[in-house]
């Protein structure tokens, strides 16, 4: 006769094990070491909760401190490598295959970790891809999450940082994993019920917050004239003409100046209300100067932003709040949001090749993906209409009978033609190739394909991808604002004039844009300062942003 | 520091009396452009000193569409570059020629 409960006998062990360290639920932080030691088996599907922006830092410490003569061999499926433990646990042999999906921070070492063989790679995915593969074939066995507080009973509020924790749990908790969390404190009553306490097994008190990256804060003092231009070719080229009111922005400095520009040239170009209105969006700085206009009527946020906890309490028609009046964030459904709901996604990326895909993998660094790509595709299975999916679906395919015209998403890449160090945005070949046959993978990272790809604009013009007819017309759009770069001076000057007079290509001047107007006296703030006094003092900027 | 001088032919002249202007900062990441109107009005004279090296291409073609689009004529353009971007340069000498064609205050 099969035992059909060997998953819920297991946690049974863990749990007999791990209670030995454990006063209820509650696990002392001198503890943590023998009870991580007691819980964890050899080989374990483990997820230890950070991504682009949380941390589960305190448990990230103790793992990377076991003994690997105890705990080794383990299956890291987290959303980031950020911290240095996370490779830390793969350096000292407590872990040994990763499957993630972004690591900005740790790109350079994660690189040389991937080379030298230290870590097994399953895949770099998506968020939302990995999100998925939790509940399929990469279920945890055991997640080590991070919240704000706990009660006795192990309820968490997660404040306005919940981002992935209810994903995790969901995928943990329901088949039979453990749920370990860090809080900062345990208090008699929580704010809210973020996850309830059933579904978590111990908790720890590390008696301080969870590391909080501020990833989505753009300086307004470092945006450039041609950043601006870049912005004002994008709300007058794109946003105005399809009309994109339901949107994702990227992190970049590109997108801030377009926020920052909403309330001064958006509001000159007569557009308010008519672009711009729903956001899936983690709540930038930036874009403070535009909701204080009345500008914005909704955003759903992936994660909060450190310094907006009070700005997002005071905005709750905004913002998503609980009845604690926090914010509440969810990084899978502002992914899926992001992916179905919104009619454009646009942000800057390191390279673009001939044929539009676009990477930020480079040979010595391995970011990963993030978001960008679930923003940035075409949702097949999307089957609602709205205007600028339409008619971006018939720039695309004009022939087609329009009943049966799927439209298309507005996938945007913006940026300057060379980056930082002179560094070409544009190649003939994307470096994700090399890192590719060098760590002999099936796949090359690319972060947004070609074929998903509808516009990119850089301080030379506008591309409309969607308007080629084939290959050649396809490179030539690229070349042809590609500026001065390599990829750019090679271009067949003639075809490109021919784009042009076909609207393939829009040049500033065909649009009524004077680059000499790009000025940084149109940004509606022009430092962290200027973003604090518009939020009326709410918006409190962490101190590396502060200079006054 | 690498020198580069280009002498260009140029179509149209710039406008105004104004003798010479500067646009910019040398910062890294930026440029300084000195314009002074001392040369015959179809010719236009472009010298660069620039920190970094091996750009002369992108720089003959900066300033062959500079020259092309805008009115250079007459101008001895000197720039002093700490290693900025073409779109900077294309938008610092747009602001010189710009400037050196105000009335004069």
């Known amino acids: ?548 | 520091m690498e020198k580069l001088s280009f002498t260009m032919k140029a179509s149209t002249a710039a406008a105004g009396t104004r003798a010479r202007a500067i646009v910019g900062v040398v910062a890294s990441g930026n440029l300084e452009v000195l314009l002074e109107r001392d040369l015959p009005a179809n010719v236009c004279v472009v010298d660069i000193a620039t920190a970094v090296h091996g750009f002369a291409a992108v720089w003959a073609a900066v300033i062959d569409d500079f020259v092309m689009r805008r009115s250079a004529g007459g101008l001895h353009i000197s720039i002093n570059d700490g290693g900025a971007r073409p779109d900077m340069v294309s938008l610092r000498l747009a602001q010189g020629v710009r400037l050196i064609e105000e009335l004069e205050a």
Request: hydrophobic share 40%; charged share 25%; net charge neutral.
């Open chain 1, 1 to 548: 006769m099969r035992n059909w409960s060997t998953q819920k006998e297991a946690l049974a062990l863990r749990r007999y094990a791990g209670q030995r360290y454990a006063c209820g639920k509650s696990v002392a932080l001198d503890d943590l070491p023998r009870f991580l030691e007691a819980v964890l088996r050899p080989g374990d599907r483990v997820c230890l909760e950070g991504d682009n922006q949380k941390q589960a830092h305190i448990l990230a410490k103790a793992l990377a401190n076991l003994d690997p003569g105890k705990v080794h061999d383990l299956h890291m499926v987290q959303s980031g490598v950020v911290l240095s433990e996370h490779l830390d646990v793969f350096e000292k042999g407590v872990a040994k295959r990763l499957d993630f999906s972004y690591s900005g921070p740790q790109s350079t070492r994660i690189a040389r970790m991937l080379f030298g063989g230290k870590i097994e790679l399953g895949a770099v995915h998506t968020y939302l891809e990995l999100f998925a593969r939790y509940f399929i074939d990469l279920t945890p066995q055991v997640a080590l999450i991070a919240a704000v507080s706990a009660d006795r009973d192990g309820n968490l509020y997660t404040g306005p940082n919940t981002e992935d924790t209810p994903t995790v749990v969901e995928a943990t908790s329901f088949k039979s994993g453990l749920v370990v969390a860090q809080v900062a404190e345990i208090v008699d009553k929580v704010p809210r019920v973020d996850i309830p306490g059933d579904l978590v097994h111990f908790v720890v008190d590390a008696k301080k917050p969870f590391y909080v990256e501020p990833l989505f804060t753009r300086d307004p003092a470092a945006i450039t004239e041609t950043q601006i231009l870049t912005a004002m070719l994008a709300i007058k080229g794109l946003y105005a003409p399809y009309g994109v009111r339901r949107l994702n922005h990227g992190i970049g400095f590109n997108t801030a100046a377009i926020e920052l520009l909403l309330p001064t040239y958006g509001e000159k170009l007569g557009l308010k209300g008519k672009i711009c209105t729903h956001f899936a969006l983690n709540p930038h700085p930036t874009l403070i100067p535009a909701i204080e206009a009345g500008w914005v009527e909704q955003i759903h946020s992936f994660g909060s932003e450190v310094g907006m906890d009070n700005y997002l309490s005071a905005r709750s028609d905004i913002f998503f709040t609980g009845p604690d009046g926090s914010l509440r964030s969810n990084r899978a459904y502002c992914q899926v949001a992001g992916l179905y709901a919104c009619d454009m996604f646009i942000g800057s990326t390191l390279q673009i090749d001939l044929q539009g895909h676009s990477s930020t993998v480079t040979t010595n660094r391995i970011a990963g993906f993030g978001g960008a790509p679930n923003m940035g595709s075409d949702s097949r299975g999307r089957r609602h209409p709205s205007e600028p999916w339409l008619k971006a679906g018939a720039d695309a395919d004009p022939d087609a009978a329009a009943g049966l015209r799927r439209g298309r998403k507005l996938v945007v890449q913006i940026g300057e033609t060379f980056g930082e160090k002179n560094v070409p945005l544009f190649v003939e070949r994307l470096d994700a190739l090399e890192l590719a046959d060098k760590l002999d993978l099936d796949l090359a990272p690319v972060m947004i394909y070609g074929d998903d790809v509808s516009h990119i604009i850089t301080e030379d013009g506008i591309a409309n991808l969607l308007l080629c007819r084939d290959n050649d017309e396809r490179e030539q759009a690229i070349r042809g604002v590609a500026g001065y770069t390599d990829v750019g001076r090679a271009r067949d000057r003639k075809m490109v004039e021919r784009l042009r007079a076909r609207g393939v290509i829009r040049r500033p001047e065909d649009l009524g844009i004077d680059p000499l107007d790009a000025d940084r006296r149109m940004l509606a703030a022009r430092s962290i300062k200027d973003l604090m006094l518009a939020s009326g003092g709410l918006y409190q900027p962490p101190s590396r942003f502060r200079n006054w």
